[in-house]
């Protein structure tokens, strides 16, 4: 069991956050949330021993029972497959088994580890700390930069995972569907409730509630007490009645006045009239990663464009736009129709202007003018005033969405709009594509979002031959994403559950040579023969959908 007691954290005499109190039984899963800036990594960084804190007591964490995957992960080996050997005690066919598990090929674990896209650096980043098999796992944003497919593999992986999880996010889907408890990080003070994502707002919002009206209780109590000692206090026949009123004044225990809930609004106004076919694609091809690419969108559609991470379509956003050309095909944009585009990499912010500045020379703005603009963002005082370079992802993310709703264009196009944003952002940004009465085309691995907004789902289907890429032209039925043939997503969980199952029983015999006790010893025998079994009946299984 993990047990904090009390811990608090100061940066100077910054306060990070204050007696943060709770448990964790074995094998539970936990999410982590929270604004930006609320402590959830420094709290993360101090339960795995990195960082100090201030008071308090932790219990239950030993280094050697953590595996780590952090958000940014550092390499320092010359290959992939050196640098799994860099832990400590794992052989070269353990290292390479979980490697292969992962999806990382042969000529792969000869590349370096620092020359990975994101998502492979993250995908690394949990092979190394699986190798240990570790009692805790401990994720910062674990599906940061993976795709909808690797997410879904690490979701299976952790609903079936043994041991305790602990997983700071803001990934919704992942929160719904993985964890069985929520320790939301407000206000210096952290809560943990039961349940996944939708449970959590819930109870939550009930809290609010109930701590609203007990401080407000509280407040028309003081009120009435220092209203009767102001009143009595200089009369001799009640002097000795308003000292008692004082005194219990002094000595009640003040409730804080709970965090405000109310929620940024994002609103992108009503969208101009356009004709109704807003975008026609025809035969597209781009250096061989686009592949006579044909599609169409409807006035008032919202499309999820999905895929597997480097089939293009961050590429296929860029030729739209005009920022890259096609080698060949039509591109073709309907009458009034009037483009917004919000780039994956912020590439259309000047990274040496201020916020303010950046919305003078687009927009012709005042400074009051554009400070009223990104307060409705959230950015206030100073930051609006910093070179944007200097800025947060999630800063650069709501600067870029200003202008967005400053153009006032009746066809967006996002690239992974809701990247680096907290819970609350996220929200905000949903309701707002959800309101917006225009065409929507984004790119997005933020499943709930696509749930949430989109009404039809566009699919890059990953192939080796030079065949057209799909096209799911099912128009005003939400969708959710899907891997395209069904032989290789059996095929894909069949290999996961595999991988999932040996090191299941693997954690069983290393729980067998550490006990003693016999109706244990007992009952871990039973559970590695009904785990031979088990894995025996997945390769069958494999095996048929092989032939």
Known sequence: MIQLDSVTKYYGERLIFRDVTFKIVDGEKVGIVGKNGAGKSTLVKIMIGAEPFDAGTISGLRAEDIGFVEQTPRFTAATLLDEMLTVKGVEKFQARKILFGLGFTEPELEKSPNHFSGGESAKISLAKALLNEPRILILDEPTNHLDIY????????????????????????????????????????????????EKFVQLKAERHAAELKAYERQQEEISKLEEFVRRNKVRASTAKRARSRQTMLDRMQRLEKPPSTEQSTIRLGDASESANRVLILEGVNFKGIIRDFSAELFKGEKVGLIGRNGVGKSTLLKIIVGELKADSGEIKLGNRVKVGYLSQGHEELNENATPLEELNNEFGLTEGQARSELARLNLFAQVVEKPIKDLSGGEKTRVALTKLILTGANFLILDEPTNHLDLPAREAIEAALQDFDGTILIVTHDRYLLDRVATRIIEFAETTEPKPLKDDKTKGDKKKPSVPKPNEQALSKVEAQIKMAEMELKMIEHEINGAVEPDKLTALAAAHVDKLAEIDELYLRWEDLLC
């Open 150 to 197: 690797s997410i879904e593999f690490l979701e299976e992986f952790i609903k079936n995972y043994r041991g305790t999880v602990i997983a700071v996010t803001h990934d919704r889907h992942f929160l719904q569907q993985c964890v069985g408890k929520i320790l939301d990080m407000e206000g210096g003070r952290a809560t943990l409730y039961p349940g996944n994502y």
